[in-house]
């Protein structure tokens, strides 16, 4: 297939590089990408039709050389919230900030609230009219909808924010009319997005804990004065950090679904793809996108399509009684192993067009899901605790037996 594109409006003109030295995998869509982690070669069906780009945007997902399993990870992340997110560990400079923000390309249309409280119909199915705000309630009885179909966003936080910007606060701007009022928060304003968190290791502890405390519930309350509120906070959370500057608590890593080992492109012949690129993307940000538009908008077509099966696909008793003996094997505690690696699978087989998780699914996505899962800190905690139990328990029996 002829990749070559010529943007008539624009100064220069590309050739797809993408044939380009040697014999480096072809990705040009979420399929080549399930395709090459099966180990099977690129699928040649590429359907798409021709849309415009009109905004200049991040660098294509589709144009990252190399990388696979953290463009693999990252799609499957999106296809599936309940992986619960993505951690990327490496140095600075292997990429892992551009992935992320080329996420943009394949985002998702989700049904969003129209309310600030994030109100939604299933709310009163669930719970009856006093589930949402007054606001809503009257809408429901007037039939009207509570919900829009809308892109998901990529909100990133920054590591300077207040916890007031992060969780929310009094509205200033509302306090000057001596109105009191709550604004809303980073984490409300990321539901059913994308909250990336660059270095996310630097990040003061008290905004990681309500980060994660929201991201684990999905909602959170925030209180200031005689005002409460509660928000939902279903984001999907990408966190990305550099060992070299600092770790990050053992609890906090166990709370990212998968996690990344991203380390620089080792193939001479990548290394310089990927330099071509990212000139030409410098040289002309609109041809270089242009010349990836077919790619994304079908990539972005599978992420939305995969989604919306991805309830139709089962996993079988015998696979997963396998993967959970796999776990006792590798002595992990948290049940965040399983729930993650599953879900992963499922979403891996979905976008693979596929109803049922095989035991080679589970086999493809498991290191990202269970690598630096394993606590040695918990292990010996827990040892130490089973010695000292038997000890109280012969005391126990010694003292008091009649
Ligand atoms: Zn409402």
């Given at each position: 297939m002829d990749f070559q594109q010529v943007d008539p409006d624009s100064e220069h003109t590309f050739t797809?590089?993408?044939?380009?030295?040697?014999?480096l995998p072809q990705i040009r869509s979420l399929k080549d990408l399930i395709n090459h982690a099966t180990g099977r070669g690129p699928d040649e069906n590429l359907a798409a039709e021709d849309g415009g780009i009109s905004e200049p945007l991040p660098?294509?997902?589709?144009?990252?050389?190399?990388?696979m399993e953290m463009k693999l990870a990252l799609t499957l992340s999106l296809i599936n919230p309940h992986i619960g997110g993505v951690l990327l560990i490496g140095?600075?400079?292997?990429g892992k900030t551009t992935a992320v923000r080329s996420l943009l390309d394949l985002l998702p249309q989700v049904r969003r609230s129209k309310c600030v409280y994030g109100c939604m119909p299933e709310d009163i199915e669930n719970g009856?009219?006093?589930?949402?705000?007054p606001d809503c309630a009257k809408k429901y009885a007037e039939g009207e909808s509570l919900t829009v179909m809308e892109q998901s966003r990529l909100i990133e936080l920054p590591l300077n924010a207040t916890l007031d910007e992060v969780v929310g606060g009094f509205d200033e701007r509302a306090r000057v009319h001596d109105r009191l009022r709550l604004k809303k928060g980073i984490l409300a304003q990321a539901d059913q997005s994308v909250l990336f968190v660059d270095e996310?290791?630097?990040?003061p502890d008290e905004i990681v804990n309500a980060l994660l405390d929201a991201a684990a519930m999905g909602s959170y309350t925030v209180r200031r004065g005689p005002l409460s509120a509660t928000y939902r906070s279903r984001f999907i959370l990408i966190g990305s950090m550099n060992p070299e500057e600092g770790n990050l608590r053992p609890q906090i890593m166990d709370r990212f679904g998968l996690r990344l080992i991203v380390q620089g492109l080792s193939e001479p012949q990548e290394r310089l793809l990927a330099y071509r690129r990212v000139h030409q993307y410098l040289e002309n940000r609109h041809g270089f996108i242009h010349n990836y538009q077919l790619e994304t908008l079908s990539s972005r077509e599978e992420v939305q399509a995969t989604r919306e099966r991805l309830n139709q696909v089962i996993l079988p008793d015998h696979v997963a009684q396998q993967g959970i003996r796999l776990i006792q094997q590798l002595e992990i505690d948290s049940l965040r192993a399983e729930i993650t690696w599953f879900e992963t699978a499922r979403a891996y087989t979905a976008a693979d067009g596929r109803a049922e998780v095989t035991l080679n699914d589970l086999r493809i996505v498991a290191p990202m899901a269970l690598?630096?899962?394993?606590s040695e800190f918990m292990r010996e905690y827990l040892n130490k605790q089973k010695q000292d139990e038997e000890l109280l328990s012969n005391i126990i029996k010694e003292f008091l037996s009649e």
């Open positions: 797809k590089d993408d044939a380009a030295p040697g014999d660098f294509p997902f589709m144009a990252i050389v190399g990388q140095p600075r400079g292997t009856g009219i006093d589930a949402v705000c996310i290791n630097l990040l690598r630096l899962r394993k």
